[in-house]
Structure formats: C-alpha cells, structure tokens
C-alpha cells in the first residue's frame, strides 16, 4: 500500500472539517420569533367577547335605583365600545342607546353630545338599519321638548329626497316636518306636507292629524 504523502494528507483533512462545518450549518434551525403580547393579532371573536363584557356592566349598571348618578360611568363604557370596537354589530345598538341616554336620561338633554354622535355614526354606517331608530328616539325628544327648529332639520334631507324622488316609505318623516313647519308659523309648507301625509297614507294616525291641522291652518287664513 503506497503511503499518503503529508501534503494529500492535510487536504484530506482540510475537506473532512469543510463537510462537518457545512452539515452543522444545514442542521442549524432559526429560533422561533415571538412577537410581544400588546404586537399579537386580536381576533374579532376576542373584540366582541371583550364589548359584551363592558355591555354586561352596563346592563348593571341601570339596576340601580338612582340612574342619575352612575350616568357618566354607563357614557364613558357605551363610549369605549363604539370607540374600541366599532367594527362588532353591537357598536351600532350603542351608538343608539348612548344617543338614547343623551336625550331621555340626561337633564337637561344633551342635544350637541347627542347631534355629534348621530353625524358620526351616518359615516361610519351610512347603509345601517338603525338610522330611523335613532332620528325616531331624536324626533321624539325635540317634538316633546318643542325643539321645532331641531326637527326640522333632522327630517329635511327626508323631504328633500322625496322631493326629487317621490321616495316615502313610511308618513313620519313628513308629518314631523310639517309639525315643526307648523310650529314655527310656516304655514304654506306645512300645509302642503300634511296633503302629502294624507295622499300617500291616508289610513295611518298621521293622517287623521294632519286633516285637523289642515282645519286649524284654514282658521288661521
């Protein structure tokens, strides 16, 4: 057998250690990276589980016999829900109670608290079934309280759009118009939107008011 000259040797030796080295290397695998707590993606079961939580402590909250004092403590939670997590379906409801706390349960009400929300919840549920629920517990509060000026301005746009569109769905939008028409001594407009509320609703409880008023506008002439 021929010897291994000294030089053969170390290159044999040298190309040993390289195969270690790049086998060591390949076997190597990269840490896991954990992101911190506050960085780790909230799911929107885990958004909603939270809102109901702060929706359950509001719901104990109106137990109480004294609503008036615990009245900043229910706002600042119905204020966290719709501000926290507006994307859940219980946002829009707290849009409306918290609407509705600010009219109803304030005193006096709260009208500007009461106005900001109601633009603000327009833009960010323009299409939302709850639209008419508020302007109705809105309408309500400024017709008991002869904001006339206020009502007239919630339900223009609703006359308006019936205007060009001869759109209606329901007579409350026009009657409030013409009530607050009415009451403000704009009686040529209030007397056309009463015959609107007769011609396209004539069976309805509207109806039947505004055929009185028409009689109490024909006195005033």
Do not use: H
């Not at 939670?77 to 829009?92: F, G, N, S, V, W």
């Not at 633009?119 to 302007?135: A, D, H, M, N, Q």
């Not at 704009?186 to 939107?193: F, I």
């Amino acid at each position: 057998m021929k010897k291994i000259s000294s030089y053969s040797f170390i290159l044999i030796s040298l190309l040993f250690l390289f195969n270690i080295s790049s086998c060591t290397y390949v076997s190597e695998k990269p840490e896991e990276i954990q992101l911190p707590e506050s960085k780790k993606a909230i799911s929107p079961a885990d958004d909603e589980q939270k809102a109901f939580e702060s929706f359950e402590e509001i719901l104990n909250l109106t137990q109480t016999s004294d609503i008036q004092s615990v009245l900043p403590q229910i706002e600042a939670l119905y204020l966290r829900i719709i501000t926290e997590y507006p994307d859940i379906a219980l946002a829009q409801e707290c849009y409306w109670r918290l609407i509705s706390l600010y009219v109803d349960k304030s005193v006096p009400p709260e009208y500007e608290k009461a106005e900001t929300l109601y633009t603000e919840f327009l833009k960010r549920y323009p299409g939302s079934v709850l639209k008419s629920v508020i302007e109705d517990t809105l309408s309500k509060s400024y017709y008991k309280n002869g904001k006339w000026d206020k009502l007239l301005k919630l339900y223009t746009p609703a006359v308006n759009e019936f205007n060009e569109k001869g759109k209606l769905l329901n007579p409350d939008p026009m009657f409030m118009y013409a009530e607050a028409r009415f009451n403000l001594g704009d009686l040529v407009e209030a007397e056309k939107a009463y015959k609107v509320v007769i011609e396209l609703f004539p069976k309805s409880s509207r109806s039947d008011t505004s055929k009185t008023r028409l009689e109490e506008i024909e006195k005033r002439k």
